[in-house]
């Protein structure tokens, strides 16, 4: 069974950092797209962050996150983060890791296959 699940999700104040991590089961990372989106209230689903397959290893950074984010993957571990340093409130959403099967979908062009529960993530003094 494929499945996502993110953790690391929380409050903080401006300026503070968070980890977010995303654990794969089911299917292998290192053989897709992985990504990052967010949603928050009111806004459109927005494509945070996503890498190529390890082969490749592109990225791509939203220009509202780029400089304070950072996309990674552990293959051993079959796990996928985002740090997420210098918080701002807008960046408040919840936060969904995604995995394509199409391992240069990044940015994203198609809709991924696979998606997380979403952890929600609040930058509030």
């Given at each position: 069974?494929?499945?996502?699940v993110e953790s690391g999700g929380g409050l903080v104040?401006?300026?503070d950092s968070l980890?977010?991590?995303?654990?794969a089961s089911g299917f292998t990372l290192d053989y897709h797209a992985i990504g990052w989106f967010r949603l928050a209230p009111g806004k459109e689903r927005e494509g945070v962050s996503c890498i190529t397959s390890s082969d490749d290893g592109s990225t791509y950074y939203a220009d509202s996150v780029k400089g304070r984010f950072t996309i990674?993957?552990?293959?051993?571990?079959?796990?996928m983060y985002l740090q997420m340093n210098s918080l701002k409130p807008e960046d408040t959403a919840v936060y969904y890791c995604a995995a394509d099967r199409i391992m240069d979908n990044c940015p994203p062009r198609y809709d991924y296959d696979y998606w997380g529960q979403g952890t929600q993530v609040t930058v509030s003094s």
């Amino acid at each position: 069974q494929v499945q996502l699940v993110e953790s690391g999700g929380g409050l903080v104040q401006p300026g503070d950092s968070l980890r977010l991590s995303c654990a794969a089961s089911g299917f292998t990372l290192d053989y897709h797209a992985i990504g990052w989106f967010r949603l928050a209230p009111g806004k459109e689903r927005e494509g945070v962050s996503c890498i190529t397959s390890s082969d490749d290893g592109s990225t791509y950074y939203a220009d509202s996150v780029k400089g304070r984010f950072t996309i990674s993957r552990d293959n051993a571990k079959n796990t996928m983060y985002l740090q997420m340093n210098s918080l701002k409130p807008e960046d408040t959403a919840v936060y969904y890791c995604a995995a394509d099967r199409i391992m240069d979908n990044c940015p994203p062009r198609y809709d991924y296959d696979y998606w997380g529960q979403g952890t929600q993530v609040t930058v509030s003094s």
